[in-house]
């Protein structure tokens, strides 16, 4: 492996070397997405080729997909149906009472500023674990425990440190000689912030929207606490394919490519965002 | 009628509320007033998510606190004091400290290491024009939107004892195959694996972006002074790097004290209790055997080992790399 500072296209002598470079890059992406592959060939195969993946040549069949969407007693479909608003609705939710928050801590120096950056901080280096238990018993008590109400709630709660991190950072980007001028021009504050400042955070706010989602989409400890059969989730649901019912792999492994599309597509659309909330989100 | 001073003392004002003073507005009064409206629009601001916060998150932790000093059990739900009785139960578990702790340490820092040095190397692999690089720059990252239970059910499927891939081609190649989740050393490894698989990309991402950020000047003079590439790797890529390797490997490695998902989908903590960890271990105990109060108790305990030896590697870190301790304001 040459590590050299951004070469150019080589010449000479160093050609070969360089494309055996590219070659290994190639075999490294291979490699990692071939778990997927496989997969989706197991998904693909009629059901009496499970156990032939590699090797049933071009005999393909959507089988799988129907069969896993009809299984009895699973119902997959409402697993995923719960997953998608129960994702969409904390999503939407902690981007409402955070964006406030990440402002407050871009544009404010002051000690209560400083008090809720140092909170967040301590908070979020608790593991979720410890606050999920003791907030399933109160859950309980409170009657929440088994609703939409409470798993949103759990699901949005644990976005509040994150986001309002991030947003500080995506709020700092924003001049605030824009909010000052519109301040000066009559708006109120919160209209210059909502009218001014969230729309020029967009960007950074659809990356963190779109990974918020994909995180509650396929989270499973907190759903595992915060709601009962009552509720089908997809991450419950697969979680308990390998422990209880090891035989129907086609139907596992079509719904878990079925789990996987949501993600697969947001890729594909949403690249540059997904790329810069990435990175956004986790070097602050 | 005092004026507000811009560093005024307890009154929070910061000088930049006062740039912002619209002209026109300097009387006394008008100060004093629209500061107030500053200070309640701050604490407008801030409202709904510190009380999501404080009920959600503050609340519960305090809560567990106080269970943790009982014996309370859907049984006896009033729950008598016992002061510290749950935390000694559980530091007597044999399951807390002969598997769930040695197996969430012995996966973070296989997990992590392997997932940094595959990272760096992937990065490196990348830094520079080739064909498709948009593309497989992408595809590099798909694994990080792959749910852990489904990486979970992806690598369980692929060591299946009877029609894995795995297997398969052991089998094709006169190889007995392998019963890799009956046995305790291959179940964690595959489930290090599945981490390293869903995580490597992360580290690829960020060590690459950190990569593009770095000044060209001190690799050009390494090249006019004939340093190998080794050498420019190690004295020169790695420690500008070290800033980056540092924060993400924290960041990480708090994330994988809590390890679940992967492990629940694919071995349940089994086999025995070769893959127990501290997520899986709160659950069973907390969630599933209803011990509500040791359940609380290890939760508690796993935060703090988890706090403190986060706070020790990285202040470690920090001085031998940078020769400073750190602190969290940075």
């Not at chain 1, 210059?192 to 499973?220: C, D, H, K, Q, Y």
């Not at chain 2, 009628?1 to 009387?27: C, F, Q, V």
Request: net charge positive.
């Amino acid at each position: 492996m040459t590590v050299v500072s951004r070469p150019g296209r080589p010449v000479g002598r160093r050609r070969v070397g360089y494309w055996l470079t590219v070659a290994a890059i190639y075999a490294v992406t291979a490699a990692f997405l071939f778990p997927v592959f496989y997969l989706a060939l197991t998904a693909l195969r009629p059901p009496r080729d499970v156990f032939a993946v590699l090797s049933a040549g071009t005999r393909f069949s959507f089988r799988n997909f129907t069969d896993a969407l009809a299984w009895e007693g699973v119902r997959i479909p409402e697993s995923f149906v719960n997953s998608a608003v129960i994702a969409t609705a904390s999503t939407l939710l902690s981007l409402v009472i955070t964006l406030p928050s990440g402002f407050m801590l871009a544009r404010y120096r002051n000690r209560l500023a400083r008090g809720w950056f140092f909170l967040i901080y301590v908070v979020r280096t608790i593991p979720f674990i410890t606050w999920i238990l003791p907030l399933f018993l109160l859950a309980q008590q409170l009657g929440l425990h088994g609703t939409y109400i409470g798993i949103v709630a759990a699901q949005a709660a644990f976005h509040v440190t994150f986001y309002s991190w991030i947003f500080k950072g995506f709020f700092e980007g924003v001049p605030r000689e824009l909010e000052d001028a519109a301040l000066v021009d009559g708006c109120s504050r919160w209209g210059a912030f909502l009218r001014i400042s969230v729309p020029l955070a967009v960007p950074g706010i659809v990356a963190a929207g779109i990974l918020g989602w994909i995180w509650g989409w396929n989270e499973l400890l907190i759903t595992l606490f915060m709601t009962t059969e009552d509720i089908p989730m997809y991450s419950k649901t697969i979680s308990t394919f390998i422990t209880e019912m090891g035989v129907e792999w086609g139907r596992m492994a079509a719904t878990g490519i079925m789990a996987i599309v949501p993600a697969a597509l947001v890729t594909a659309f949403c690249h540059r965002y997904v790329v810069a909330g990435l990175g956004g989100l986790h070097e602050r | 009628m005092e004026i507000p001073r811009a560093n005024g003392r307890g009154s929070g004002l910061d000088s930049e509320a006062l740039d912002t003073l619209p002209a026109g507005r300097i009387g006394a009064a008008g100060v004093r007033a629209w500061v107030e409206r500053d200070r309640a629009f701050q604490l407008q601001l801030v409202a709904l998510s510190a009380l999501a916060l404080l009920v959600f998150q503050v609340l519960p932790i305090a809560h567990g606190i106080w269970i943790s000093l009982l014996d309370f059990t859907p049984w006896h739900p009033e729950g008598d004091f016992i002061g510290l009785r749950n935390y000694g139960r559980v530091l007597a578990n044999p399951l807390f400290y002969r598997a769930a702790l040695p197996n969430t340490f012995l996966f973070l820092v296989l997990a992590v290491g392997l997932e940094v040095v595959c990272g760096l190397g992937i990065a490196l692999l990348i830094n520079r024009r080739f064909p498709g690089a948009r593309l497989i720059r992408t595809l590099l990252l798909f694994p990080l939107l792959v749910a852990p239970v489904v990486a979970g059910l992806m690598f369980y499927w692929m060591f299946h004892s009877e029609f894995g891939f795995v297997n398969q081609l052991l089998a094709a190649l006169g190889v007995p195959g392998v019963l890799w989740f009956n046995r305790p050393w291959t179940a964690f490894g595959i489930i290090v694996l599945a981490d390293v698989w869903t995580w490597t990309p992360w580290f690829v991402l960020i060590i690459y972006s950190g990569l593009q950020t770095l000044p060209p000047e001190p690799f050009e003079a390494a090249r006019l002074d004939g340093a190998s590439a080794w050498q420019v790797f190690r004295w020169i890529t790695v420690p500008l790097l070290y800033p980056v390797l540092s924060i993400t490997l924290l960041i990480r490695s708090f994330d994988a004290f809590r390890v679940f998902d992967v492990v629940w989908t694919m071995t349940g903590g089994g086999p025995g209790n070769a893959t127990e960890t501290f997520g899986t271990f709160v659950y069973r105990l907390g969630y599933l055997t209803v011990n509500y109060s040791e359940g609380a108790a290890a939760a508690l305990l796993g935060a703090v080992v988890i706090i403190v030896v986060g706070v020790a590697v990285y202040g470690t870190f920090a001085r031998v790399v940078w020769g400073r301790p750190a602190g969290p304001g940075r």
